[in-house]
C-alpha cells in the first residue's frame, strides 16, 4: 500500500529525473515499518570540556596582578596539554551562541561549562528586554558567553561603552576578551595614549604575559591580530569580508558572531561565500589547516563525542545561515541544503559503528527538513515567501536519501516540515482542477467534469499535503490536532468530507485547532459564518482563536469577478452564486453577521480581545474612536494602550508595544479622514520613527508602506501642500531603504503615489487648456513639453536643482522631478540587486515560472503596468521603451518561453497586454517613429507570440481602466505634440479632434 501511494506521489510531484517516492519514506520496494524510527531525542548540546580541568585552574587563578598571572603561566608551562591548546576556541566555539530550537529561542542551560554557570536565556519580547539586561549586568564578563559578549561591545548598543569597560578590566584568558582588549589597546594607541580604557586594560607586562600564555595554547600572534583585524571592520558585511579572506578557518565564534541572530549582513554574494565557506567549522577531520600546526581528527580517530559536538555545530550553523537567507535573500535556502546535504552523505565516512551512523544521520535529516522552511518570527512581515525554493532545499535532501543505499527515515517532525512547506506551495494542475469542480453549496464535494473525472480514484483529487499526511500515517505516526487542522486547510476533513484549500503559512508558535480551521478553509464570509456555528463537538463555546478567524473573513474584500484567482489563492472572499432561489427570509439567516454585531456576540460571552483578534478588530476598526475602544477593552497592559492614545508617548513606553499591535494601529490611523487626516498622517510617522529601529527592520517597510499608501491620497485631504506631499513620500522611501532596503512592493506602491500626485496636476492642466488660459510657470506641463522646458530653464526655473533646500528644489515641480528620478533609481537598484542575487542562486530545478515569480526585481506585469504609468505621467517616454525591452529580454530566455509555450494562457504575472497598451496609448505618439519601430520588432520578434495591440484593444484597454487622467493626459499630450510641431496654444483644440478622431 505505501509503495503504491509513493509511486502515485512520484507521478503526482514529477522531481526532474528524481525520485521523491523512495526518498519520501522507505527504500522503493520494502513496506514500511510502522514506527521504526520516530523523532529521536535530540542531543543536548556537547560543550567543549577540558580532558583535565588545567586551564579552569589557571582562569580561576588569574586576577589583575601580574603575580598571580605569572602563577598560573608557570603551571605546567613546560607540557601544556592538548586539552589547554584546544581550550581558548573550542569552548568558545560551543558556546557562543545558544541551541535555538526556533530561531530566537534560546535554551541558556545548553551553556553549561566546566566551572562555568549557564547564562540565562536572552528574551525575545520587549518588555522583557530591561530585565535581561539586568540580569546581563550582574553578570561577571568572564562569565558570559561569547556571543553575548561580543554583541554587547560591538553590537552597536546603548550601553556599549559600559561594556567596554567591563571587558577592559576583565582578566581571562578566553580568546573573544583578549581579542578585544587588544582592539582597544589598539585604539588607545592610535589616539595617543590618553584613553580611560588603557587605564583599565592590562599593563605591558601583565599583556606580554597574557598574550605568551594564549600563544602556548596553539595560538600566533599573527593569528591574534587577524581577528582582530576580522572584528574592527565597521559593518557585519565588511567582517565577513574580511573573514572570508583569511586562509583557513577562523575560530568558530568568531563565524558564529557574524552570523547570529542580529546580525546586519546586507550582502548576497557575501551571504553565498558564508554558505560555502561554512563546512570548515563543523567538518570532523576536515577543519581547514592552521598556521600554527594544530592537529585535527581523522575520520579514523572520530569518538562518538567528537561526532555529536560536530552536528551540534551543524546544526547551530545551519540554523543561523537560515535566519540570515530568510532575512537577506530567501531563495538561497537551496544552495544552503545542497550544502547539508553533501554533510550527511559524509556522515557514513566516518569510522563508528554503520548503526549509529546511520541513526544520526537520520536525526540530521529531519532538523534540516524541519530548518529549511518558511518562519514566520524571521521573514519580511507581511511578505511571501518563495515557498518553491523552500520544496526545492528539502526535495534535495530527499533526493539525497534516496541516493543512499539505505536511504533515511522520516520522524514526525520531518514529515510535519514537508507538509507544512506544502502548504504554502501555490495549487499544481491537480488542485487548480479539483477547485474548479466544487459544487457551490457546502460541503463542495467534487462534481466530475468529465468520464476521466468520474472514473479517478478519491485519492488522486487529494491536494499534496494531505497525501503527504497519508504517508505519514502509513509510517506509522499517528495525526493530532495539529495535523487534523492542517488536512482541513489543505481540503479534507476528518471525515473525508471536501473543503475549500487554502494556501497558508502554519506558524509553529501558535496551535490551530479544527474548528478554527474550519472557519478559514471556506470560500467567504457566509460559508464560515456556518462553520462558526457548527462546532467539531455539540455544544461547544467559541473562544478567542475562533472569533479571530471569523473576524478576519468578514473584513476580506470581495474577489474581482474578472479574476483567474480560484478559492484559496489568496485572502479574499469568493461568492458562490447559490442565492438566487432562496427565500429572502433564508437570506437573511444564512447572512453573516457585522464586525460590530460579532464583536458584541464576543464580549457578551466574556472572551475579550488579545493577540491576532485585537489586531485584527483594531487594523479594519471603522475609526480611530473605535480602535481606541479596542484597545481599552482589550487585555493588554494600561501602559500600552496609553502609549499608543498619547499624542506624545514617551520612547520608551512605545518600544513596549509588540510590533503586531503597533502595525494595526498604524493602518488604523492612516484610514483617518476629513479635518483629523493630516494631523493623523504626522503623527502616525512620528510614532514609526519612534518606535522603529534595526531590530525592528523586518517590519519597517511593511508600517513605512501603509502610511506611504495613505500618502497617496488628494494632498488637500492631508491638508497639506502638494510640495509637502511629493517631499513627505521621498522621505518615507528614504526611510524604508534606510531600513531593510526597498522592496518590489514598496517599488510599486512609490509608483502609485507619484502617478496619483501628477494626475490631479494634469487634469487641471486640461481644464486650463481647454478654457484658454495662459498656463502657470512651473505647470506639469514642462514634464512633457520640452520647449516649455527650455524656455524654463533660460529663465532660471530649471526641473531639478543642485541644491535641495534652494527655493527651486521645493516647487511641485522640482520636486516631482525628483521623484521621477528617484523611481528610475530604485527600480535600476531592483535590477541590479536581482542581477547579483541570481549570479549566486543555484535553482536549476525550480519551475521557470515559479522561478520569474519569486524574483525580487518589478518583472512582473502588474508591477511592469503600475511603472508604464508613472512613468507616462512624469514624461519619461524613453525610459518606457527601454523598460519594455529589458522586459522583453528577460521574458524571453529560453527555458521561460519554453514553460509558456505549453500553457493554454499566460499566467496572471506574464500577461503583458496592459503594458503594451499603456505604451501604445501614452509613449509611442511622444517618441521618434524609429524608437517606435525598435520597441515594436522586439515585441514581434519574442519567441512568446506576443500580440501587438492595436487601435480596438488600445481602446478597450482605456476603457476598462476607469480612469479619467489617463485620456486627460492623452489630451496635454496631442496639445503638446501640436505644439512642437509649430502651433500655438490655440492648436489645442486641434489636438482634441485628432484625439477623438
Known amino acids: 500500500m505505501l509503495s503504491n501511494a509513493t509511486r502515485e506521489l512520484g507521478r503526482r510531484w514529477p522531481l526532474q529525473g528524481r525520485s521523491l517516492a523512495a526518498a519520501f519514506l522507505t527504500p522503493r520496494g520494502q513496506p514500511s515499518r510502522r514506527g521504526t524510527i520516530r523523532a529521536a531525542t535530540s542531543q543536548a548540546v556537547a560543550v567543549a570540556r577540558d580532558d583535565t580541568d588545567e586551564v579552569s585552574r589557571k582562569q580561576s587563578l588569574l586576577g589583575s596582578h601580574s603575580e598571580t598571572i605569572q602563577a598560573a603561566v608557570d603551571y605546567k608551562a613546560s607540557n601544556p596539554t592538548r586539552a589547554a591548546q584546544n581550550h581558548a576556541a573550542a569552548h568558545d566555539e560551543t558556546t557562543d551562541e545558544a541551541h535555538m530550537t526556533e530561531f530566537g529561542h534560546v535554551d541558556g542551560d545548553l551553556h553549561a561549562s566546566s566551572g562555568r554557570r549557564p547564562e540565562k536565556p536572552t528574551a525575545l519580547s520587549r518588555r522583557h528586554k530591561a530585565h535581561d539586561n539586568e540580569i546581563e549586568a550582574s553578570q561577571r564578563v568572564v562569565e558570559m558567553t561569547t556571543g553575548t559578549i561580543l554583541r554587547k561591545v560591538l553590537g552597536k548598543e546603548s550601553d556599549s561603552v559600559y561594556w567596554k569597560r567591563k571587558v577592559a578590566e576583565a582578566r581571562s584568558l578566553r580568546l573573544p576578551i583578549i581579542l578585544l582588549q587588544m582592539m582597544m589597546r589598539n585604539e588607545a594607541q592610535r589616539h595617543g595614549g590618553g584613553s580611560a580604557l588603557l587605564q583599565l586594560l592590562p599593563d605591558e607586562l601583565e599583556w606580554r604575559r597574557l598574550l605568551n600564555l594564549v600563544c602556548r595554547m596553539g ?34 565564534f568568531l563565524f558564529s558572531f557574524l552570523v547570529r541572530s542580529s546580525s546586519r549582513l546586507t550582502d548576497v554574494p557575501t ?17 581547514g589547516p592552521r598556521r600554527h600546526g594544530r592537529e585535527h581528527p581523522t575520520a579514523r580517530t572520530v569518538t562518538e563525542k567528537a561526532l555529536h559536538l560536530g552536528q551540534d555545530k551543524f546544526e547551530l550553523i545551519m540554523r543561523l545561515l537560515t535566519r540570515q537567507c530568510l532575512r537577506i535573500e530567501p531563495r538561497l535556502v537551496v544552495r544552503l541544503a545542497e550544502v547539508a546535504a553533501r ?58 536519501s534516496d541516493s543512499l543505499n539505505k536511504p533515511l527515515l522520516l520522524d514526525r517532525g520531518g514529515f510535519r516540515a514537508i507538509r507544512e512547506v506544502l502548504a504554502g506551495q501555490p495549487k ?27 472514473r479517478a480514484d478519491p485519492e488522486e483529487n487529494w491536494s499534496r499535503t494531505v497525501s503527504a499526511g497519508m504517508l505519514m500515517q502509513e509510517a506509522g505516526f499517528s495525526k493530532d490536532e495539529h495535523d487534523d487542522a492542517l488536512d482541513i486547510l489543505q481540503g479534507m476533513t476528518t471525515d473525508g468530507s471536501p473543503t475549500i484549500q487554502q494556501r497558508s503559512l502554519m506558524r509553529s508558535d501558535r496551535h490551530v485547532g479544527v474548528w478554527e480551521a474550519s472557519i478559514r478553509a471556506t470560500r467567504n464570509a457566509q460559508e464560515a459564518w456556518e462553520r462558526f456555528q457548527n462546532p467539531p463537538e455539540p455544544g461547544a463555546k467559541p473562544g478567542l482563536q475562533q472569533y479571530a478567524a471569523m ?58 480581545p488579545r493577540d491576532n483578534c485585537l489586531r485584527i478588530l483594531v487594523a479594519n476598526a471603522e475609526s480611530l474612536d473605535t480602535a481606541h475602544r479596542y484597545l481599552r477593552e482589550s487585555t493588554e497592559k494600561g501602559r500600552i494602550v496609553r502609549a499608543l492614545m498619547a499624542d506624545e508617548p514617551e520612547r520608551e513606553s512605545l518600544r513596549a508595544v509588540p ?28 510614532l514609526a520613527e519612534m518606535r522603529l529601529d534595526a531590530d525592528d527592520s523586518r517590519w519597517s517597510p511593511y508600517i513605512w508602506g501603509l ?46 503615489c507619484i502617478r496619483k500626485a501628477t494626475r490631479r496636476e494634469v487634469v487641471k492642466l486640461v481644464a486650463e487648456l481647454e478654457s484658454g488660459e495662459e498656463t502657470k510657470r512651473g505647470s506639469v506641463r514642462q514634464l512633457y513639453d520640452w520647449q516649455a522646458s527650455a524656455c524654463s530653464s533660460a529663465d532660471g526655473h530649471r526641473l531639478s536643482s543642485g541644491k535641495p533646500h534652494s527655493v527651486q528644489a521645493r516647487t511641485p515641480l522640482s520636486l516631482l522631478s525628483s521623484a521621477a528620478d528617484r523611481l528610475k533609481e530604485t527600480f535600476s537598484k531592483l535590477v541590479e540587486r536581482e542581477s547579483k542575487s541570481r549570479a549566486v542562486l543555484d535553482a536549476r530545478n525550480v519551475a521557470p515560472l515559479e522561478r520569474i515569480s519569486a524574483r525580487m526585481d518589478p518583472v512582473r506585469s502588474d508591477h511592469v503596468h503600475e511603472y508604464m504609468l508613472s512613468l507616462a505621467f512624469v514624461g519619461e517616454f524613453d525610459e518606457m521603451a ?94 503638446v505634440r501640436a505644439r512642437q510641431a509649430g502651433g500655438r496654444s490655440d492648436d489645442a483644440g486641434q489636438g482634441r479632434a485628432a484625439n477623438q478622431r
Open 219 to 252: 595560538f600566533s600572534v599573527e593569528q591574534l591580530e587577524e581577528y582582530q583585524y576580522v572584528l574592527q571592520g565597521t559593518s557585519d558585511d565588511e567582517r565577513c569580508r574580511r573573514l572570508l579572506a583569511l586562509e583557513g578557518a577562523a575560530p568558530m
Open 271 to 287: 551571504l553565498a561565500k558564508l554558505i560555502d565557506s561554512c563546512p570548515a567549522y563543523y567538518a570532523i577531520g576536515k577543519q
Open 551 to 608: 473576524l478576519e473573513k468578514l473584513v476580506l474584500r470581495e474577489a474581482d469577478t474578472s479574476s483567474r484567482l480560484l478559492p484559496g489563492d489568496k485572502a479574499l472572499n469568493f461568492p458562490t452564486h447559490q442565492e438566487a432561489n432562496l427565500a429572502e427570509f433564508e437570506r437573511a439567516r444564512m447572512r453573516p453577521p457585522s464586525v460590530a454585531q460579532l464583536y458584541h456576540h464576543m464580549r457578551l460571552n466574556g472572551v475579550k
Open 343 to 400: 554533510h550527511i552523505q559524509s556522515i557514513a565516512t566516518y569510522a563508528e559503528e554503520p548503526r549509529k551512523l546511520f541513526v544520526v544521520q537520520c536525526e540530521v535529516f529531519n532538523k534540516c527538513l524541519q530548518i529549511f522552511r518558511p518562519h514566520a518570527g524571521v521573514q519580511m512581515a507581511q511578505r511571501s515567501l518563495p515557498n518553491a525554493y523552500f520544496w526545492e532545499a528539502q526535495r534535495i535532501l530527499l533526493a539525497m
Open 659 to 686: 510590533m503586531g499591535l503597533f502595525a494595526a494601529y498604524i493602518q488604523a490611523c492612516s484610514k483617518t479622514e476629513g479635518k483629523r487626516g493630516g494631523r493623523q498622517l504626522m503623527r502616525v510617522v512620528r
Open 428 to 454: 499544481n494542475q491537480v488542485e487548480m482542477h479539483s477547485s474548479t469542480r466544487h459544487a457551490p453549496t457546502w460541503p463542495p464535494y467534487l462534481q466530475p467534469g468529465d468520464g476521466m473525472d468520474e
Open 707 to 752: 502610511i506611504l499608501k495613505n500618502l497617496s491620497q488628494h494632498h488637500r485631504a492631508l491638508r497639506m501642500s502638494l510640495s509637502e506631499q511629493v517631499d513627505m513620500f521621498l522621505h518615507v522611501v528614504e526611510r524604508i531603504e534606510r531600513s531593510h532596503g526597498v522592496h518590489p512592493s514598496t517599488f510599486v506602491q512609490l509608483a502609485k
Open 882 to 975: 527601454r523598460t519594455l525591452r529589458w522586459v522583453m529580454e528577460q521574458w524571453g530566455q529560453e527555458d521561460v518561453v519554453e514553460a509558456m509555450v505549453g500553457l493554454d494562457e499566460p499566467p496572471t504575472h506574464g500577461d503583458f497586454l496592459e503594458a503594451l497598451c499603456a505604451f501604445r496609448f501614452l509613449a509611442e505618439p511622444m517618441l521618434d517613429r524609429e524608437e517606435a519601430s525598435k520597441v515594436r520588432a522586439s515585441a514581434a520578434g519574442l519567441p512568446l507570440g506576443w500580440t501587438w495591440p492595436d487601435d480596438e484593444a488600445v481602446a478597450a484597454y482605456v476603457e476598462m481602466q476607469h480612469d479619467e487622467s489617463i485620456v486627460a493626459l492623452r489630451r496635454v499630450l496631442d496639445w
